[in-house]
């Protein structure tokens, strides 16, 4: 075999590949095959290395060497500098890598945005081809499924599982081993595994990002699982809109095929197992696992009551286990370090890690995946870099649609399942959106249920017609038509929406709202009461307003505005009429001397 | 795939590839100087009997590192080998037909070839 003295890794995820990742990895082979290195230094598409916000991110072995923001002009200049002259180009170098005052370049797992990261569930995005099942291989790849099928009863890889503390990660936090016991005991001929990578949280991509960076470790877990429920069959429920994934997880499961590690026979001890992918439409209550199961089936997406869960009754009328893409992505690990070792990792009640796609006002966007139990203000301060523009951070959404916010106040909370539940928040899927003085929160409250207004299936009256008068009374606070009782009547709607509506997306729906009056009832009462929107951002709530102290009167103001709203005389104050006034805002941002304010 | 040894050798195959990218740094480094004098003075031929030396000896806790001007250009090629837990050890003036004694007695059985080091040529 070749050995190659350097490798080039570009980041195939979808964030670098929207900044034109695939132009840079064409012209690092045009340049290489030009300078006569192309047989010492070889390309290689990745996963995602989480730090989206940089992209697209270029890393260099073997000297790790960290280029973020690279343009195709830059890609010559790597070639001539650092791969012929062995010199890195320092200004293309991500500047958290170089130490300060120095020209030292620090190893990645001493930055902020890594050093408090632990890499399970994302071990391989970005270190592997994910189009080379031969590189999974060799990061100890498919020696899980080998050790199960070969040492291990079913009983023992369930055992495993439950000593590790493994709960799903798809929202609910059910611990894996009993959900596998489950899917066991249960009585039948025919049963199937089934993975939930629908991923409808708005903002979410940690399961994109595994399927994109490391398909075979799902494939591989749900082998495992095969085998220890008694499944020979498997699904992959991904959305269409997830195109890169759904083309590698193809691959893989065709190359997973070609080396007889799908199929008859694996391993010369009679197992056989083969997966299949659905492609979802993109409906979020296709996340919920009795409509995607109904989906499946080819039925239109709704869910149905539970009990008999899926493990009794799922696929086609018969036993499914299903989980989601992280939770499978941490199987294998268990399996290859052991039950104790996972166990040693996060908190007494959480253990292991968590992915999080970090999104919102926050200077590091991106995937992170960090221990349980480390805390927001770590994820916050450290691993994101805090909020950019000097802002101060407000508040932080878990849990998309289905969860809560912790206000600032709550910072330091540990993120792990039972503190994250008991302040009214959620683990969620991994969802994490941070918010800075600049957001209202009775608008994003808003945001989120016109999120559910819109995906309701709209099978029953609670959450069809329920999450739709909880918008329109939103609606009338945001716009300065609310009343005391108003907030009232949104606090016992959200209560008989939870208790009456039939699966988790009605039941979960309220949580937004519920959790902004809870900690940000203040914002909610100035809406009503002082009809004043406190962050500004609730358009018919704002009025501009001229300090004639400040003005100097050149009449920019004036000249600019779209209605001919303001007034004056050149040299004198001017006025806003907030009768004509339309709140477009132009007239602040026109002001050379600052002097209009919301 | 018919039986766990199969996989056991795709995994050696393809091991000392991927290892390299590995932010570890507890491997031995040979690194070898390519600024314009290192080159002119012939590094690059030098750096290419390296790889194929360790390619073929399948070691896969070496790497082959370039870095920019060591500062005796007089002396180049100039080659660095880090082992960790000892003091560097630099070869100069190097020739491809060196480096097979480099692999063989430093790298691979910790004897410094004495007669190709700096102390040996200034
Ligand atoms: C409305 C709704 C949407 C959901 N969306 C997802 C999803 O996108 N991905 C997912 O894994 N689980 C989702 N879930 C949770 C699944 O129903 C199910 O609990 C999960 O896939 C089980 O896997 P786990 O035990 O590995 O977490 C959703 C649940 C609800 C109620
Ligand atoms: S709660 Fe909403 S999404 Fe769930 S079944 Fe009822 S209408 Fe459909």
Redesign the pocket.
């Given at each position: 075999m070749e050995f190659y003295r350097s490798h080039v890794l570009v980041c195939g995820g979808t964030g670098c590949t929207s900044s034109g990742s695939q132009t840079l990895i064409d012209e690092f082979e045009k340049c290489l095959k030009e300078a006569n290195l192309d047989k010492e230094v070889k390309v290689v598409r990745t996963g995602c290395f989480g730090l989206c916000a940089l992209g697209p991110i270029v890393i260099v072995y073997p000297e790790g060497a960290f280029y973020s923001m690279v343009k195709k002009e830059d890609v010559k200049e790597i070639v001539d500098e650092h791969l012929i002259k062995g010199r890195i180009v320092k200004r293309l170098l991500y500047h958290d890598t170089v130490e300060a005052g120095t020209d030292n370049v620090k190893s990645l797992n001493q930055v902020d945005f890594y050093k408090k990261q632990m890499r399970i569930a994302l071990r391989n995005c970005g270190v592997i081809d994910p189009e080379n099942i031969e590189e999974y291989i060799a990061m100890d790849g498919y020696t899980a499924l080998a050790k199960v099928l070969t040492e291990m009863t079913p009983e023992q890889v369930i055992d495993e599982l439950k000593r590790s503390g493994l709960?799903?990660?798809?929202?609910?936090?059910?611990p894996?081993g009993l959900?596998w016991e489950f899917a066991k005991n249960a009585p039948g001929d025919k049963k199937y595994v089934a993975c939930?990578?629908?991923?409808?949280?708005p903002g979410?991509f940690m399961?994109r990002s595994i399927l994109e960076g490391d398909p075979h470790s799902v494939i591989e877990a749900m082998a495992i699982a095969g085998y220890t429920i008694g499944a020979d069959q498997g699904y992959i429920y991904i959305r269409a809109e997830y195109p890169i994934a759904v083309k590698r997880l193809r691959i893989a499961i065709e190359q997973a095929r070609e080396y007889g590690l799908l199929g008859k026979n694996i391993f010369g001890t009679g197992f056989n197992f083969d997966l299949d992918i659905r492609l979802g439409a993109g409906a979020?209550?296709?996340?919920?696992?009795?409509?995607?199961i109904t989906s499946i089936e080819g039925h239109r997406g709704e869910?149905r009551p539970r009990p008999p869960f899926p493990a009794v009754k799922g696929l086609f009328g018969k036993p499914t286990l299903?989980?989601?893409?992280?939770?499978?992505a941490n199987i294998t690990t268990i399996i290859n370090r052991g039950a104790d070792w996972f166990a040693s990792i996060g908190t007494e009640k959480s253990k292991g890690t968590k992915v999080f796609a970090l999104g919102g006002k926050i200077t590091n966007t991106g995937l992170v995946e960090i221990p349980m139990g480390t805390t927001l203000r770590e994820i916050v301060e450290e691993i994101g870099g805090g909020i950019p523009n000097g802002k101060k951070f407000k508040a932080a959404q878990t849990g998309g649609p289905?969860g809560g916010c912790i206000p600032a106040e709550l910072i330091d909370v540990p993120i792990d399942y039972d503190s994250l539940t008991s302040i009214g928040s959620m683990m969620g899927?991994g969802g994490l959106i941070i918010m800075d003085e600049d957001n209202c929160m009775v608008d994003i409250a808003k945001f989120f249920l016109e999120f559910t207004v819109d995906?309701s299936c709209g099978k029953c009256t609670p959450c069809r017609i329920g999450t739709k008068r909880l918008y329109e009374l939103l609606e009338k606070i945001t716009e300065g038509k609310g009343t005391l009782e108003d907030i009232d009547r949104i606090e016992k709607l959200c209560l008989s929406i939870k208790q009456g509506s039939l699966?988790?997306?009605g039941?979960?729906a309220p949580n937004p709202v519920l959790s902004t009056l809870r900690y940000f009832k203040d914002e909610y009462i100035a809406h009503v009461v002082d009809k004043k929107c406190p962050a500004g951002v609730c358009k018919a709530l704002s009025n501009y307003e001229i300090i004639p102290e400040k003005c100097r009167g050149c009449g920019i103001c004036a000249k600019n505005c779209p209605v001919g709203a303001i007034s004056g005389q050149v040299k004198n104050p001017y006025h806003i009429d907030t009768e004509k006034c339309i709140k477009c805002g132009v007239c602040m941002t026109k002001c050379p001397f600052k002097a209009i304010v919301k | 795939m018919k039986s766990i040894s199969e996989l056991q050798k795709i995994r050696e195959k393809v091991l000392s590839e991927v290892n390299l990218r590995q932010d570890r740094q507890d491997g031995i480094r040979i690194v070898v100087g390519m600024a314009t004098c290192g080159i002119a003075a012939g590094a690059r031929p030098v750096m290419q009997e390296f790889i194929s030396e360790i390619s073929k000896r399948n070691l896969l806790n070496v790497k082959v590192i370039q870095t920019g001007c060591i500062g005796m250009c007089r002396l180049e090629p100039i080659v660095e080998v880090y082992v960790p837990g000892q003091e560097k050890v630099t070869y100069v003036k190097m020739t491809p037909d060196k480096v097979a004694r480099i692999v063989s007695e430093h790298i691979v059985n910790g004897k410094v070839v004495d007669e190709y080091t700096v102390g040996a040529q200034s």
């Open positions: 709960r799903g990660r798809g929202g609910g936090g059910f894996t959900k939930n990578a629908d991923e409808g949280d979410a399961d979020f209550v296709c996340g919920e696992e009795t409509a995607l869910p299903l989980n989601n893409v992280e939770t499978y289905s899927s995906e699966c988790g997306l039941q979960t | -």
